[in-house]
């Protein structure tokens, strides 16, 4: 059966970018701590990369998210959703309008301007009933996923590091109920997945 899960690197003072971020620096400054973990050499850190891209069969980000990974310092060959892996997922973006044009054009982008309901329906039905639907951000986007319980599984990578200001995760919403289901600890990040039971 198809899980969304919302998968984020998160610092302890819990933001998901540093302060400033923008196109030319998408995950503000010092924001690169975040994803220390997803470059690592860990092999804990490289199998929960590998299991994640592999269960991804679609992925839902927010627009503007996808301006910082189309953008001209974002996604490449060698950066990006399961660069190094095998196969990528279809992608749905979240947005009022569509842009003009796409520097990504070998990814599998779909514009869906009916709100985020209506992407993760989408989703859901491009991932297919053996794979995953996963929510990778930004944070507003899986805050709001949050908030109209459209998450079952939240997946956080909680990095070693307090950035003091950036794009928090949680913003306020109602309260949601979690029951953790794994921790692991490597050099790099602590990763902790819960079940969002309401």
């Known amino acids: 059966m198809t899980r969304i ?30 994803h220390t973990w997803a470059f690592s050499e860990d092999p804990d850190d ?14 839902v980000l927010g627009r503007h998210l996808f301006d910082i990974v189309d953008g001209p310092h974002g996604w490449d060959d060698e950066t990006g959703y399961g660069a190094g892996e095998v196969g990528r997922p279809a992608f749905l973006v979240v947005t009022s309008a569509p842009p003009e044009s796409v520097r990504l054009t070998d990814f599998d982008w779909t514009f869906v301007t009916t709100g985020l309901p209506d992407a993760v329906a989408a989703a859901r039905r491009r991932a297919g009933e053996d794979r995953d639907v996963v929510l990778m951000g930004g944070g507003a986007t899986i805050g709001s996923a949050l908030d109209a319980g459209l998450v079952d599984v939240l997946s956080l990578h909680l990095a070693p590091v307090v950035l003091g200001a950036g794009t928090p995760l949680f913003t306020g919403g109602p309260p949601r109920t979690l029951a953790q289901r794994s921790v692991t600890t490597t050099s790099t990040v602590t990763h902790l997945t819960y079940d969002v039971l309401g």
């Open 46 to 59: 490289r199998r929960i990369l590998r299991e994640a891209t592999a269960r991804s069969g679609a992925v």
């Open 5 to 34: 899960i919302a998968d984020i690197s998160v610092s302890l003072d819990g933001f998901v970018t540093g302060p400033d971020p923008g196109p030319d620096n998408g995950l503000g400054v010092g924001g690169e701590a975040l």
